[in-house]
């Protein structure tokens, strides 16, 4: 048996991915919007991820496949808002398996407009695991979706 006293969590080590995008409950607005986190985060823009969202209760869950272009927010990430964002995702300090970090390439709409830009970003994937048995959300943009529910 372990004492409480003899947990070491994990160090948390960033990604190194300067930029992140939010789709669900992240998104500014949302129960866990973003600024709750960093509340002077830099908000980039727009993108559309390639998938499928899936109803997991309260937030979604995105998998990178599918016919849909998800709406997702474009925010500048730092090593301590990307450990306050593994905390709310569950994946440190003890990760739970429900999602896993993702850098994929996309391109942002910036908010004073102009032409698209290509930029990495990271993002948080549902796992096989976690999807199973659950709804597929027929929509693009979760937090629309989850205002028309009638929960």
């Not at 190194?16 to 998104?27: D, K, S």
């Not at 727009?46 to 499928?52: A, E, I, S, T, V």
């Not at 306050?84 to 994946?91: G, K, M, N």
Request: charged content about 25%; hydrophobic content about 40%.
């Amino acid at each position: 048996m372990t004492a409480l006293t003899d947990f070491h969590p994990t160090p948390h080590i960033p990604c190194g991915c300067p930029q992140v995008a939010v789709y669900g409950t992240l998104r500014r607005g949302g129960s866990n919007d973003i600024r709750r986190w960093q509340s002077d985060v830099r908000w980039l823009g727009h993108c559309r991820l390639p998938g499928q969202l899936y109803d997991l209760g309260p937030y979604p869950g995105l998998v990178l496949d599918g016919s849909y272009k998800v709406l997702a927010e474009v925010y500048a990430l730092t090593p301590e808002l990307e450990r306050e964002l593994d905390r709310v995702e569950e994946i440190w300090p003890v990760d739970i398996g429900e999602y896993a970090k993702h850098i994929v390439d996309v391109e942002l709409l910036p908010l004073e407009g102009g032409p698209p830009e290509p930029m990495p970003v990271l993002i948080y994937v549902a796992q096989p695991a976690g999807i199973q048995g659950r709804a597929v959300i027929d929509a693009e943009d979760w937090l629309d979706w989850w205002a028309r529910q009638a929960r």
